[in-house]
């Protein structure tokens, strides 16, 4: 399905490098990137109108699909997500479509590593749900292979408890051998707020 056209995609693109001094351009949002059925055109669109790196920030749901990652291969930079060591956690934590399975997200992100010729970043998102699970989320992560690793937990505004640094170092020491980055170790970047409340409001889960 095609939500947005590539004459959208350049015209807006144009105006906002106008106001920002960019280094690099990413697909991300509110829903899922590979969604869309015309994103290998939207990212070689954004890359003739920039001239700069793309980058795809996806939830990994559909990299099981062929024709996804033949589209998600036209990018210079994916970060993919495995947030669950198992179906039941995958369900609690991530509420995926009903035909999406573990499985599929686990055989999709390890067919898009072996054929993807870009950084092939994996983010893991931490919660109370499955920070005890850290140690078997790992051993997943090490056999995907990723370039490298971002550990994080919700620090923006959101309806789930970050972990606190004392759980995070915990959660950490599950990773050690592996390229990581950890959220509370980056550097924080100083941004300006562009979503209101009521916009975070609706984002939201609903339980």
């Known amino acids: 399905m095609t939500f ?3 004459e959208i995609v350049e015209q807006d693109l144009k105006k906002a490098l106008k106001k920002v001094n960019a280094d690099i351009v990413t697909f991300s949002g509110t829903g899922e990137p590979t969604l869309a059925g015309n994103l290998g055109e939207l990212i070689e669109t954004a890359r003739d109108v920039s001239g700069l790196p793309i980058a795809v920030l996806t939830n990994s749901s559909l ?3 062929k024709d996804v990652r033949r589209e998600l291969s036209r990018a210079d930079i994916v970060k ?3 947030d669950a060591p198992n179906e039941g956690l995958l369900r609690l934590i991530n509420r995926p479509h009903e035909k999406i399975s573990l499985l599929k997200i686990i055989t999709g992100l390890k067919k898009f590593r072996n054929e993807f010729t870009g950084k092939f970043a994996l983010e893991v998102m931490f919660v109370p749900e499955n ?3 850290s ?3 790992a051993e997943i992560v090490k056999t995907i292979e990723p370039d490298e690793v971002q550990i994080n937990t919700p620090l923006r505004p959101s309806s789930v408890r970050p972990l606190i640094p004392e759980e995070f170092m915990e959660v950490q020491k599950s990773f050690e051998g592996m390229n990581f980055r950890s959220v509370y170790e980056a550097e ?7 979503i209101g409340k009521k916009k ?8």
Not at 188 to 194: A, E, G, N
Not at 200 to 207: A, G, P, Q, Y
Request: glycine residues 4%; without cysteine.
């Open 188 to 194: 924080k970047l100083k941004v300006r707020k562009v």
């Open 80 to 82: 993919g997500k495995l």
């Open 135 to 137: 140690d078997a989320i």
């Open 4 to 6: 947005v056209q590539a």
């Open 63 to 65: 990299q099981f699909k």
């Open 200 to 207: 975070i409001k609706k984002l939201k889960r609903v339980e």
């Open 131 to 133: 920070k005890d699970f």
